[in-house]
Nanobody, 126 residues
């Protein structure tokens, strides 16, 4: 089992920045890839960004490319999501997820992820 805890959410003005963190604990010895997803009120959960174990493979939703950056520190078992130039439409609960046996060159849909955090709220005001 892998436990994931997100932090760093909050209220920010449009154009501002936030950095989300996701700390993993438990059986973190595998080559887990990590992803960030988000769910806005009344909408389906959607993919935001993902990163492979090595960090060589990263993927972004078109809506966040150029504004968000995913990174990881395996020594700290932590994944980050740096969010810049935030927009009102970025308002959502952001979830961290982990997937075992993650290939550098692959993209995995939401249902492939094995473990999920509880989420952290990000609210962008105008």
């Amino acid at each position: 089992q892998v436990q994931l805890v997100e932090s760093g959410g909050g209220l920010v003005q449009a154009g501002g920045s936030l950095r989300l963190s996701c700390a993993a604990s438990g059986r973190t010895g595998g080559s887990h890839g990590m992803g960030w997803f988000r769910q806005a009120p009344g909408k389906e959960r959607e993919f935001v960004a993902a990163i492979s174990w090595s960090g060589r493979g990263t993927y972004y939703a078109d809506s966040v490319k150029g504004r968000f950056t995913i990174s990881r520190d395996n020594a700290k078992n932590t994944v980050y999501l740096q969010m810049n130039s935030l927009k009102r439409e970025d308002t959502a609960v952001y979830y961290c997820a982990a997937k075992g046996a993650y290939d550098d060159g692959a993209y995995y849909p939401e249902y492939e992820y094995d473990y999920w955090g509880q989420g952290t709220q990000v609210t962008v005001s105008s």
